[in-house]
């Protein structure tokens, strides 16, 4: 996933949900100023994970992709047989 794409969805979601959207911002606000180290920590690990999750689905994508090439070459050398 392009992460061009990764913000237009979530973009496309605030606009079609601007209550979840405002009450999220809320409670992000009430984080930072209540405990902001907490905040910091919870960020930091959010991002951490949400890179990890980039890797593994980038990854996983180019192997199906491969996958399929290979499909599609055998599939042309059992029609020259």
Known sequence: MIFSEFMNDISAFYQAHPLIAIAGGLILICLIYRNPKFFLYTTLL?????????FILTAGSSS??????????SQQ?????
């Open 46 to 54: 959010a991002l951490l994970f949400a890179g990890a999750l980039y």
């Open 64 to 73: 199906v992709s491969r996958k399929d090439r290979l499909l599609q070459k």
């Open 77 to 81: 050398l059992q029609q020259k047989e």
